[in-house]
């Protein structure tokens, strides 16, 4: 007996000593910028001067809310040690009555074209005009995700210089469907490639419902229109469970619904360098796709099955959120079953590790900036009651890492 535990004890001291461990770190050091102390962010952009803004949607936390009364708001400027103020005003982060229109039913978004409703990203234009992509849903008291209504689902435009509301493009309901969830947005100013002059601007529509799709801006005009509507490559993967910090997660879709796969579309989005080439990923899935941007441009009658003949399966990127690109060219996205950020490199067709680090969980939006640092927020998305068990275990501080990009790579800008 005596002798036996001796032997445990010494077996247990030898494979301790010897085995190799996962380092669990990689790449650049990640540097804190900003921690979020009040609402919960999902998005980050950074302008040229260094300004920094974020976002916080009323449709994936109960707690974001704008109810016209409590001085909330969906859209911010981080202006340091931790406080963030209601941007570009708290007026119109106040929409009168909240997001959700209880009058209807069942209750829906508000149709406000002059509040903010639920904005789910914010991104500056390579002219640093801040675009809010307002999905116009919120999430009802119970975590109902409640329909759109027409002067919800918009892109507003901001001039940083004086923090006015410069543009507002309201999405028609056969662009942005009543369960759309209009998720992230790139830009392409080139005036060569539409006729208006105006550039372009990109969308993906994760909706978890799953009409998914991408939706393409003519900032010129402002028309907009859809293309790749419901193909497998824009939608979440039958059976899709990803994993973060070890565990599986399973989607919840509403108050007392059965437990699901995760459902959620097409979301990261990046153009390439030379802003022929549009990248995506759905969260629900880990293949990176790609589609040449003439292909959504075009709205000729045979536009969209030369566009769904064009879809290209670039390997698997891992589970992402926001993708980015850089003047190296590398597209980047979160791989967050490795607690990290990939760079898929278009010239040799492969993803490589860009960073690891044990703190990042759920890898949200991304920024690159002209200071050559990727920005991205860590935001325990995963850890939320969307997800099994359905409780809320997320803990305050979320966090704002910058890393810095290889090859002195920095942000891009097609004018
Ligand atoms: C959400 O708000 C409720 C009520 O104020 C609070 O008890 C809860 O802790 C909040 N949840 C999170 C994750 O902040
Ligand atoms: C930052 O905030 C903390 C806590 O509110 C405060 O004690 C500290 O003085 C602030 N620091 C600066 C530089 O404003
Ligand atoms: C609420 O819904 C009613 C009925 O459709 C409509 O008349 C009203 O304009 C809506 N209000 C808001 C703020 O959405
Ligand atoms: C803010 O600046 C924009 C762009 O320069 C200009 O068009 C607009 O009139 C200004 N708005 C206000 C309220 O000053
Ligand atoms: C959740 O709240 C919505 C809006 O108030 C209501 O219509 C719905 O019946 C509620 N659902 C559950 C399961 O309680
Ligand atoms: C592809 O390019 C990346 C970035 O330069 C590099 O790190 C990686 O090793 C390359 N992969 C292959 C297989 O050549």
Not at 39 to 62: A, C, E, H, K
Not at 241 to 260: D, H, M
Request: charged fraction near 15%; charge should be negative; glycine fraction near 12%.
């Amino acid at each position: 007996m005596f002798s036996h535990l001796i032997a445990l004890a010494s077996f247990a001291l030898v494979s301790t000593s010897e085995v190799i461990t996962d380092r669990g770190v990689a790449g650049p050091p990640l540097e804190l910028v900003h921690l979020y102390n009040d609402q919960w962010p999902t998005g980050i952009t950074v302008s040229r001067d260094g300004r920094m803004f974020s976002n916080y949607p009323p449709g994936l936390d109960t707690n974001n809310t704008n109810d016209g009364s409590n001085g909330k708001y969906t859209v911010a400027e981080l202006i340091g040690n931790g406080s963030e103020r209601p941007y570009p005003n708290a007026e119109i982060n106040n929409p009168p009555g909240g997001s959700i229109n209880y009058s209807t039913y069942p209750p829906s978004g508000a149709n406000y074209q002059n509040y903010l409703i639920g904005v789910q990203s914010v991104v500056l234009d390579p002219l640093d005009r801040l675009w809010i992509l307002d999905t116009g849903r919120a999430l009802t008291p119970n975590g109902t995700l409640v329909p759109g209504s027409y002067g919800g689902p918009k892109l507003v435009g901001v001039t940083l210089s004086n923090d006015s509301v410069i543009r507002t493009i309201v999405f028609p309901p056969t662009v942005a469907y009543a369960t759309s969830y209009l998720n992230d947005i790139r830009f392409d100013l080139r005036p060569h490639i539409t006729s208006s002059g105006g550039g372009v601007a990109y969308i993906t529509d994760s909706s978890s419902e799953g009409r998914n799709g991408i939706i393409i801006v003519d900032l010129g005009t402002g028309e907009s229109w859809r293309h790749l509507d419901g193909i497998p490559e824009v939608r979440g993967e039958r059976g899709f469970a990803p994993y973060v910090w070890g565990v599986p997660l399973y989607y919840i879709p509403g108050p007392g619904q059965p437990v699901s796969y995760a459902p959620l579309g097409s979301d990261g989005i990046a153009i390439s360098l030379d802003g022929e080439e549009l990248y995506w990923g759905p969260v629900g899935g880990r293949y990176l796709y790609s589609i040449p941007t003439a292909r959504l441009r075009d709205r000729s009658p045979v536009s969209e099955t030369l566009a769904q003949a064009a879809v290209m399966n670039r390997g698997q990127r891992g589970v992402s959120d926001g993708f980015e690109t850089d003047t190296n060219g590398f597209i980047y996205a979160g791989n967050m079953e490795q607690n990290g950020i990939l760079l898929y490199n278009p010239a040799n067709g492969t993803t490589t590790t860009f960073v690891r680090d044990p703190r990042i969980n759920w890898v949200d939006t991304m920024s690159v900036a002209s200071d050559g640092y990727l920005y991205f927020t860590v935001n325990q998305l995963c850890f939320t009651s969307g997800f099994y068990p359905g409780t809320d275990r997320r803990q305050r501080p979320f966090a704002l890492f910058r890393a810095k990009l290889p090859d002195d790579g920095t942000r891009a800008s097609l004018q």
